[in-house]
């Protein structure tokens, strides 16, 4: 996991690419966004820039792009002002990946959104083609060249809003937050191809795990300053410095494999058994299910199938990891266990057919947080967003007023009331989310990628959070960590079907996923075996030294 | 009334009831059959293949239509529609319906497609059959039905006659929709209107509408299920609109942060005023001679609907 050798002279002995010097920027309402910023950027290196969410990450990478104007200080690029480079020229030479996929496809087909860059590089149209098609296997997305963006999963969209950036031949390649959302196997596609990647490659991420190795250098931002500015391994030994910067991410170490164990994990009463409906190795549990999917299918309007004859129950109390590919059909799956999708087969709530008529019933024991939380946020305050629930159901205002508090108060949000939910920061938003589908009393509470996006801080918390729920849970997650911890039993999907429905501890030690499933959990396995092992390493030497 | 004109024909219970039946009948026909379509849509199973263009995998891209230059082809069935919806009479305006389905059928487009754009265009039609024959003004001459039951309501058959030319002319321009629209890329027709002249900034604009119709879609769709799954129940009282209002306000700040996101994207990726476009295809003598056939048939129709007044009207 050793970044790339690309036959550069030493960093140090070159101009630098980039040379900031007391860049301060401020945003329309006030907010401070960078303040006296100053460092170089020298030609292949390998940065990565961390810090917590608003801490003015984004705010930088957005200068060297040319399309955040200098307010207050120097931004030079290859000794020029950055300024008085011509915008597009500059960012024809520096890519830059959004957050959002969604912002970054903006033409009728994936085909004509790689290509556009090149176009207006001016590149001719064989040279065009073969850019796109090129970048597109590269990101295998080739087999779905002219689908439109709209029709595309989410882990899709981010690996064609990659092909786009990088069809460009970019001298430098930023990323803000490339893996956000992404499963094991696209997550490992996008590293193997920065790892090959000889630019110079500015990334913006909190996985550290997905850093290791690819970066060399880290940037710790905090609120607006660089605050750390040393090799990348350094940072990652220094657990006192991490916490000092908000990037812990020792409670991931307890490693998944350990997780399962310490989280009290008996051996599961799930075995596998008889055959039903094709793979789907079905749970022989006795008694009623909570809420069950009977012989399910489900079909996109475009003629893609999410859902092939499954079957699916929940029983009371469990908390189960929902795991699959990126567009196997997960969101899908909770949408349906909602009611929300209506495809062939049967939706049961405590061994009843939930009919069209009886949703109501259903939306009162049933909550969820949807993938994209700030979203299902539409309320000018958190008061009236966690009370719009409890309010529609017809509770007393007290009622309200209390669970309103109480809900607030589980996921650390009191003394927010007054506050609008679009001004707060991601993992507040995410919160809030959790906390308006509270105050409904749900038995069972459906989180769809509750850590996407947020920074290590905010993911701890959130951990804690579920944890003391005590309602029954359904997790899509790829996350390890929040897998391991939170669940006790594990269902695969995989391209809308269900292949495994097994205890957790044999998820994490079930390594044929990859061959079946292309869910490469092995390289996050690795991660988290490296990151401890360097930890214990580091604890050796500062005891030894202090002995 | 029975002054002004020549002819009245009054329906006794008997057919006035027939009448009735006959007409529910072939609505609730309509109704089973688009329900049955819609429910079999996808019951082969098949998995689109998105490697290839969407035109390719409907026919292999050398129908009269798809191999024609778009500019041409989109001028030429413009100008058609045009000397289309001139048409007077309803045996011409049926003429022109045949002679649209033939196109369709020429351009070899899914007719899934066009039946939903028909269904689409329906509801305003069905309004016009209904309510045409029941308010157009009585000339002399024209011939009235009063109905058992209804006497008060004559119905006029020249009203109805205007209402299915109306019908059929609609139908006509739906039906070269796909000719015109669906035998190119979308990015490849919009390149074809700009050929004619249209501004390229309400090109590009059309462009990303286009694509962001379905995000601000999803958008819209993602708080409908975060208001319903918490309960809420569209009412007409003012509760109603105080929600309505913050989402639609939350959805207006959220489109408008969007579409900075999506300029500054853009920027980022050299965007410089205008999509670029990519390779056209040069202009052929075939595709002039299409044009010229098109055109010749489009103002045939129009001149024997002038000089050939038919027997309907």
């Not at chain 1, 489900?298 to 699959?324: C, P, W």
Request: net charge neutral; aromatic share 8%; hydrophobic share 40%.
């Amino acid at each position: 996991m050793s970044a790339p050798s690309n036959n550069l002279p030493p960093v140090e002995s070159q101009p630098p690419l980039f040379s900031i010097r007391q860049l301060t920027f401020t945003y329309p309402d006030g907010t401070p966004g960078l303040q006296g910023v100053t460092l170089d950027i020298h030609t292949g290196e390998r940065i990565a820039l961390l810090g917590l969410n608003g801490s003015g990450k984004s705010t930088l990478v957005r200068h060297l792009n040319g399309l955040n104007a200098v307010q207050k200080g120097i931004c030079l690029f290859e000794g020029r002002n950055i300024e008085s480079e011509p915008g597009a020229v500059l960012r024809q030479r520096v890519g830059l990946l959004f957050q959002d996929p969604d912002d970054q496809l903006f033409c009728s087909t994936v085909y004509e959104d790689v290509a556009f860059g090149p176009r207006n590089q001016g590149k001719d149209e064989a040279r065009v083609d073969e850019l796109v098609r090129g970048t597109l296997a590269a990101v295998s997305l080739d087999h779905l060249l002219c689908k439109s963006a709209h029709n595309l999963s989410y882990g899709q969209k981010k690996r064609a809003a990659l092909a786009a950036v990088l069809a460009m031949e970019p001298d430098v390649l930023i990323l803000d937050e490339p893996t956000a959302n992404l499963d094991p196997f696209q997550e490992r596609l996008i590293r193997e191809l920065l790892a090959g990647y000889a630019g110079t490659l500015i990334i913006i991420e909190h996985d550290l795990f997905f850093l290791q190795g690819l970066c060399d250098r880290a940037l710790v931002l905090v609120e607006g300053r660089v605050e750390h500015d040393c090799p990348l391994d350094d940072l990652l030994q220094n657990p006192r410095l991490l916490i000092a910067c908000g990037l812990d991410f020792t409670f991931r170490c307890t490693g998944p494999d350990s997780a399962a164990a310490t989280a009290g994990l008996k051996p599961s009463r799930i075995i596998h058994g008889e055959k039903t409906g094709g793979d789907h190795l079905r749970s022989p549990r006795t008694g009623e299910p909570f809420i069950e999917l009977q012989r399910y299918s489900y079909r996109y309007s475009d003629g893609t199938t999410a859902l092939r004859d499954i079957s699916f129950s929940l029983f009371t109390g469990e908390t189960v990891a929902l795991i699959g590919e990126n567009g196997a059909g997960k969101s899908t799956l909770a949408l349906s266990l909602l009611g929300l999708y209506r495809g062939d087969g049967h939706l049961l709530l405590a061994g009843e057919q939930v009919s069209e008529s009886e949703l109501s019933r259903l939306w009162q024991r049933v909550g969820m947080v949807f993938q994209h939380s700030t979203e299902q946020l539409f309320c000018p305050s958190c008061r009236e967003e966690v009370a719009f629930g409890p309010r529609q159901v017809g509770l007393t205002d007290a009622e309200v007023e209390h669970r309103t508090q109480e809900a607030l108060t589980l996921v650390r949000l009191n003394g927010y009331e007054e506050r609008v939910p679009l001004n707060m920061s991601h993992g507040e938003q995410k919160r809030l989310a959790i906390a308006a589908a509270l105050s409904l009393h749900p038995d069972l509470l459906i989180l769809d990628e509750p850590t996407a996006g947020l920074d290590l801080r905010s993911e701890a918390l959130l951990l804690q959070i579920l944890s003391d729920l005590p309602m029954t849970k359904l997790l899509i997650t790829h996350d390890l960590t929040f897998i391991s911890r939170l669940s006790r039993r594990t269902v695969v999907l995989h391209r809308g079907r269900i292949i495994r429905d097994y205890a957790t501890s044999e998820f994490l030690n079930d390594r044929r996923l990859e061959e079946i499933a292309g869910l490469d959990y092995g390289y996050k396995r690795c991660c988290y075996q490296a990151m401890e092992k360097a930890l214990e390493k580091r604890s050796d030497f500062v005891q030894d030294n202090q002995l | 009334m029975k002054n002004q004109v020549s002819k009245v024909i009054v329906l006794d219970t008997l057919e006035s009831s027939a009448l009735a039946i006959v007409t529910v009948a072939v609505v609730s026909l309509l109704v089973v059959l688009f329900r049955r379509r819609k429910k079999h849509r996808y019951s082969d199973n098949r998995e689109p293949d998105w490697s290839i263009p969407v035109l390719d995998a409907q026919s292999d891209g050398s129908s009269f239509f798809h191999s024609w230059h778009p500019s041409v082809k989109v001028g030429t069935l413009c100008a058609s529609c045009f000397l289309i919806v001139s048409l007077n009479t309803l045996t011409w305006s049926l003429a022109a319906v045949g002679i649209c389905i033939l196109a369709v059928l020429l351009a070899r487009t899914p007719w899934e497609r066009l039946s939903r754009r028909l269904v689409a265009i329906s509801g305003f039609l069905a309004m016009l059959v209904v309510l045409l024959p029941f308010t157009s003004a009585v000339r002399p001459e024209d011939t009235v039905f009063l109905i058992f039951g209804m006497e008060n309501w004559p119905f006029h058959q020249r009203g109805l006659i205007v209402a299915l030319t109306i019908v059929c002319k609609a139908v006509s321009v739906v039906l070269l929709m796909e000719p015109m629209l669906a035998t190119a890329p979308f990015s490849r027709t919009l390149q074809g209107f700009s050929g004619l002249g249209l501004p390229r900034k309400l090109l590009s604009m059309i462009a990303l509408c286009h694509r962001y119709l379905f995000v601000f879609r999803e958008e819209i769709l993602y708080m409908q299920r975060a208001m319903r799954v918490r309960g809420f129940v569209p009412r007409t009282n003012l509760a109603t609109m105080r929600i309505m209002g913050n989402c639609f306000g939350m959805l207006f700040i959220r489109s408008f942060e969007r579409t900075e996101r999506i300029y500054e994207a853009m920027l980022s990726r050299g965007y410089r005023g205008s999509f670029p476009a990519g390779p056209e295809p040069p202009k052929t003598v075939y595709d002039f001679i299409k044009a010229a056939i098109c055109l010749v048939i489009a103002l045939l129709l129009l001149s024997v609907d002038r000089i050939m007044p038919s027997p309907l009207l």
